[in-house]
């Protein structure tokens, strides 16, 4: 899973939270979702500011972030299953 913009992150994030329900409590795999969660808050920070100036690739680097931070909890969620 991965995202373009910050409104891509609803759909994610729900996927995301019913693999996580299905491994069962785990606050440090729940943290780092909500970890994403705050990047993302501020990667729409950033695209309200790239609008406004005109430069698009100003939110390059932190959806690059995003969606390695996405595929690291995904490989971690996916071991938490594999353990269970």
Known sequence: MKIQLATDWQEVH??????????GYNPDLRKMLENITAM?????KLEVEARRIKRYT???ELVLKI???IDHLEKLVLMAKLMK
């Open 14 to 23: 729900t996927k995301l939270r019913i693999e996580l329900d299905s491994v």
């Open 40 to 44: 993302v808050t501020a990667l729409s």
């Open 58 to 60: 100003y939110t390059e």
């Open 67 to 69: 969606n390695q931070a």
